[in-house]
């Protein structure tokens, strides 16, 4: 164990400072791009990825298993399951459904579900732990003759309750 600021280290490395901030530096350029992982007496835990602003593109990455899972760019672009996003949360998935799901654990509990699937649909849901209600909508439709279309689907079934076409008949 190493410890720097402290004679009794409870880790392999321990850092006890009042500004405990570890820099990594890369010393091969003339700018010396470097990145800190700080903690400050509030108990905050700051990464910063080039703290100069040296870089061209810096981004952040989060690696599971050797693959890149997640990316934050220098723009402020969140990707999951993308290394470069073209918005604030851009979430993809190679196969199969990809699906966002917003929650609520309070007393009315409500659940929301964005879902790209592999039809030409994107189907939202909503689900209600408070009376156990699904409400479904979807745009686009399973059936492949029906793609211009806006349906409401009602149930845990999913029965189709409304439908406007795309010469706007419900």
Same mark, same amino acid.
């Given at each position: 164990?190493? *410890? @720097? $600021? ?6 392999a !490395? #321990?850092i006890?400072?009042?500004? +405990? ?9 003339e ?5 800190e ?7 905050d ?10 870089g ?16 934050l760019?220098?723009a402020?672009n969140? *990707? @999951? $399951?993308?290394?470069?996003p073209?918005g604030? !949360? #851009?979430?993809k998935?190679?196969? +199969? ?9 309070g ?11 592999n ?14 209600a699904t ?19 009602? *149930? ?15």
């Open positions: 164990k190493v *410890g @720097i $600021g402290t004679a009794a280290p409870s880790h !490395l #321990h006890k400072n009042s500004d +405990a901030t570890i820099r990594l530096e890369d010393s091969d350029g700018w010396r791009i470097y990145s992982v700080t903690s400050t007496n509030n108990g835990f700051i990464l910063q990825a080039d703290k100069r602003s040296a061209t593109t810096p981004y952040m990455t989060f690696t599971v298993q050797n693959s890149e899972k997640m990316r760019t220098s402020g969140f *990707g @999951i $399951g993308n290394s470069v073209v604030r !949360l #851009h979430v998935k190679a196969s +199969a459904d990809c699906e966002v799901h917003i929650e609520s654990t007393i009315s509990a409500q659940r929301i579900k964005f879902i790209a699937d039809s030409t649909s994107l189907r939202f849901q909503q689900l209600s732990a408070y009376n156990g409400l479904n909508w979807r745009v686009g439709s399973a059936d492949t003759d029906q793609v211009d279309t806006f349906a409401i689907h009602v *149930g845990t079934a999913a029965t189709e309750k409304v439908r406007v076409n795309n010469t706007n008949l419900v």
